[in-house]
């Protein structure tokens, strides 16, 4: 593992945090949130003029996360009323988009008494309820029409919503009726279409097919039901390379090719929108993990550290090895441990699995990984830690105490 991953400034966090607690070992969250503004500053810098940049807030709903972007995006995505709430509360006054399937008739109410920008309508079912509402509380709802299209032969990436029976979005199918419904209500106001259809997504040649096939069936469905003026929400999906971390998507290269797309076909005049997740707020998360004992079990190390998946699910929602670095801890003499023998265990140049305090074997974050030097006290850091970490993870599984979190 490359230790070269993190700065100076993080693992001087780090023994900071460890000498607060010198008692326990080390487990917590750090989230570089000066590194979160460089980010979206940069994403936001190269996007086409009629794009804007949401973001979607189930990656990481930290209210300092959402108060370090708000002043550089459109607005945010909520995916529950439960979001939806917790945004309203940050008071960060930036639109709200209201998303995601199974939406209660409680938290459409809600969406509508909050004034949302959007609600990304995922069914005929869910239409014709929002239709009941509107009149029941004399609210005009503004909508995009959530479709799940067939895509030919661009390839999902390893996590997809649609292009393929999924539970998210309107079948093509039921555009017709879906339209005749808009028609004829009085307070649905239909602003656009949304298109979520894959996450994980590393090639940018491939997200722009994709966009150009959402732009080709818009144009298909405004010519056919003469439909005007109409957004698109392109979702989101721009995925983080866990496995070979210096190769992400290249979202300057995507945003220039984006741009010649919308020249291409005409779509100047059209707003687009993205609703970002992981891509904006992986990078800024660290996990980090005290190492509490290191051992051999049939011919393979294992480092047991503080925490555990339970924290940290990322990696076995997503089946990989999770990158991380080894931050040594400060020791008193030549980096040798001196308070114990047993202790005294020091792993050089060897393969080891990283796993967390759970009784389930499924409690693994690296399997087998290559590390020069580790000893019990270290620090273990996964970097990529700032999305689908911690609100993801079955934090109470066990009973363990929940990670310090830092912001810095
Ligand atoms: C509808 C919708 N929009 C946006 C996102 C954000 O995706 P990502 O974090 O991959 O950008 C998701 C993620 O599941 C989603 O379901």
Not at 137 to 156: E, F, H, Q, S
């Amino acid at each position: 593992m490359d230790n070269k991953m993190v700065s100076p400034e993080l693992e001087t966090h780090i023994h900071q945090l460890a000498s607060q607690q010198p008692d326990d070992p080390l487990c917590a969250y750090l989230y570089d949130l000066d590194s979160l503004k460089n980010r979206i500053e940069n994403m936001v810098s190269v996007l086409p003029n009629n794009v804007a940049l949401f973001y979607a807030a189930k990656a990481n709903p930290m209210p300092e996360i959402l108060a370090t972007l708000a002043p550089y995006i459109a607005g945010f995505e909520a995916a529950s009323g439960g979001e939806l709430c917790h945004l309203a509360e940050q008071n960060i006054r930036k639109p709200l988009i209201f998303g995601g399937p199974g939406k209660l008739n409680s938290e459409l109410k809600t969406a509508l008494e909050l004034g949302v920008d959007a609600i990304h309508v995922e069914s005929i079912t869910e239409l014709k309820r929002l239709e009941v509402l509107t009149h029941t509380l004399g609210v005009v709802a503004p909508i995009y029409l959530r479709m799940n299209i067939d895509i030919g032969n661009i390839t999902l990436s390893k996590l997809a919503m649609g292009g393929k029976p999924t539970p998210f979005g309107l079948d093509e199918e039921d555009l017709d009726n879906a339209l005749s419904i808009i028609k004829k209500a009085e307070r649905l106001s239909l602003k656009g279409f949304h298109f979520h259809l894959m996450s994980h997504q590393l090639e940018a040649g491939r997200h722009i097919a994709l966009i150009k096939r959402y732009f080709d069936m818009v144009k298909q469905w405004q010519a056919l039901y003469q439909l005007d003026g109409l957004s698109i929400n392109v979702g989101g999906g721009m995925g983080i390379n866990y496995i070979d971390p210096g190769k992400d998507f290249d979202w300057p290269y995507f945003c220039d090719r984006l741009n010649q797309l919308i020249i291409q076909e005409g779509m100047e005049t059209t707003q687009l929108r993205f609703e970002c997740g992981r891509f904006i707020s992986a990078p800024c998360g660290y996990y980090a993990m005290e190492v509490i004992d290191i051992k051999k079990n049939f011919g393979e190390y294992f480092a047991i550290c503080r925490g555990g998946t339970h924290h940290f699910r990322t990696p076995s929602a997503q089946s990989h090895n999770h990158p991380f670095v080894v931050i040594p801890k400060q020791r008193e003499t030549n980096n040798i441990l001196t308070t114990s023998d047993i202790q005294n265990i020091c792993l050089k140049n060897q393969a080891v699995s990283i796993v967390g305090q759970l009784c389930t074997p499924k409690d693994v974050l690296a399997r087998q990984q290559l590390v020069e030097q580790l000893q019990i006290g270290d620090y273990i850091v996964f970097t990529l830690a700032g999305a689908y970490a911690w609100n993801i993870s079955h934090q109470a599984f066990l009973m363990h105490p929940a990670p310090k979190f830092y912001f810095f």
